[in-house]
């Protein structure tokens, strides 16, 4: 299983929200490269950016910043943040990232997003099926930052992606993220079983080591890390190790 810790980066300075709410804010580091060389020098082999004002806004609004990360990181930069168009896409790939996270266009106009998938290759880009939990124990895909449900469950969500058309999907239980209350195991065994084609990454609630050992077991991909490793709570060496 591949660690991704993460960077989530507002104005440039490394923070992080609970529940991807921007009013619950905690700012962590206000040089994103000495966090960047903290991750290298324990030899991560990915890194997970996040463009919060780019997820704010409906556009990238760092990806000159990211750029300059990607070119002195050793490790590959996945990154994301009000990804909604071709131009938006091929922007993050000149920067330099390995691969651009798709979150709400992936809902909401799922045929051009395929259509990405083809042109720019499906392990360039990173399916973002942020979730909100519902009263009746399903799954409302949400959009914009999260800042709201679309009406469109996960599972529908999956199914616009058939086998072959996508290879890497990120999953955030938005109610855990930030909260380090573990990530929701019975969301991710399903996810397993409902699509076996597909590398899975699973954000939202790490809090330890055993919670990697635990994703790992049941045949999850990889995983977002950021307050976990930021509050001290996670050691990223065996972190890192648990892959």
Same mark, same amino acid.
């Given at each position: 299983m591949i660690l991704y810790p993460a960077i989530d980066l507002i104005e440039g300075e490394c923070v992080r929200l609970e529940q991807g709410r921007f009013d619950a804010v905690t700012k962590y580091d206000s040089d994103p490269f000495k966090r960047l060389d903290l991750f290298n020098a !324990? @030899?991560?082999?990915?890194?997970? /950016?996040?463009?919060?004002? $780019? #997820? +704010? #806004? $409906?556009?990238p609004q760092q990806h000159e910043l990211i750029g300059r990360l990607a070119a002195v990181s050793r490790a590959k930069i996945q990154t994301g943040g009000g990804v909604r168009s071709r131009e938006h896409v091929q922007t993050l790939l000149d920067a330099g990232v390995s691969a651009v996270v798709v979150g709400s266009a992936a809902v909401k106009t799922p045929? !051009?997003?395929? &259509?990405?998938? +083809?042109? @720019? $290759?499906k392990d360039r880009i990173t399916l973002a099926l942020d979730v909100l939990p519902t009263k009746d124990g399903g799954y409302d895909a949400a959009l914009h930052g999260w800042v709201e *449900?679309? *009406?469109?469950?996960l599972w529908d969500v999956l199914d616009y992606y058939p086998v072959g058309v996508a290879q890497r999907i990120l999953v955030t239980d938005v109610s855990r993220d930030g909260m380090l209350q573990g990530p929701n195991m019975e969301l991710m065994k399903a996810l397993r079983k409902a699509r076996p084609d597909l590398d899975i990454q699973a954000s939202g609630g790490v809090r330890s080591v !055993?919670?990697?050992?635990?994703?790992?077991? /049941? $045949?999850? &991909?990889? #995983?977002?890390? *950021? +307050? #976990?490793i930021y509050e001290g709570l996670i050691d990223l060496k065996a972190a890192i190790n648990v892959g």
């Amino acid at each position: 299983m591949i660690l991704y810790p993460a960077i989530d980066l507002i104005e440039g300075e490394c923070v992080r929200l609970e529940q991807g709410r921007f009013d619950a804010v905690t700012k962590y580091d206000s040089d994103p490269f000495k966090r960047l060389d903290l991750f290298n020098a !324990e @030899f991560a082999k990915w890194v997970h /950016i996040v463009d919060l004002d $780019g #997820a +704010k #806004a $409906g556009s990238p609004q760092q990806h000159e910043l990211i750029g300059r990360l990607a070119a002195v990181s050793r490790a590959k930069i996945q990154t994301g943040g009000g990804v909604r168009s071709r131009e938006h896409v091929q922007t993050l790939l000149d920067a330099g990232v390995s691969a651009v996270v798709v979150g709400s266009a992936a809902v909401k106009t799922p045929e !051009e997003v395929r &259509n990405w998938l +083809k042109d @720019f $290759g499906k392990d360039r880009i990173t399916l973002a099926l942020d979730v909100l939990p519902t009263k009746d124990g399903g799954y409302d895909a949400a959009l914009h930052g999260w800042v709201e *449900g679309s *009406g469109i469950s996960l599972w529908d969500v999956l199914d616009y992606y058939p086998v072959g058309v996508a290879q890497r999907i990120l999953v955030t239980d938005v109610s855990r993220d930030g909260m380090l209350q573990g990530p929701n195991m019975e969301l991710m065994k399903a996810l397993r079983k409902a699509r076996p084609d597909l590398d899975i990454q699973a954000s939202g609630g790490v809090r330890s080591v !055993e919670d990697l050992y635990d994703l790992k077991a /049941i $045949g999850i &991909n990889g #995983a977002i890390v *950021g +307050k #976990a490793i930021y509050e001290g709570l996670i050691d990223l060496k065996a972190a890192i190790n648990v892959g």
